[in-house]
């Protein structure tokens, strides 16, 4: 493995960050509000999801315990 010195390092570091594309303000904006229109459609589905098997197993349990 071929070893680089200090300042070598360093200029290949500036050449590497020199080549990253940064969002736009537009952009940004965009991806923060669809991450939080997918996180709270998720969050309402799931919660949907662990109310019906609550449901479920609480109907279950009353009939096995001859509550129904």
């Given at each position: ?7 070598e390092?360093?200029?290949?570091v ?23 229109i ?11 999801i662990?109310?019906?098997?609550g ?8 009939l ?5």
């Amino acid at each position: 493995m071929a070893k680089t010195n200090p300042g070598e390092f360093f200029n290949q570091v500036k050449v590497e960050a020199r080549k990253i594309v940064w969002p736009t303000g537009r952009e940004t904006m965009v991806t923060t509000v669809m991450v939080l229109i997918m996180t709270t459609v998720l969050g309402l589905f799931f919660f949907g999801i662990d109310s019906f098997f609550g449901w479920v197993v609480t109907m279950l349990l009353n009939l096995a315990s001859g509550q129904a």
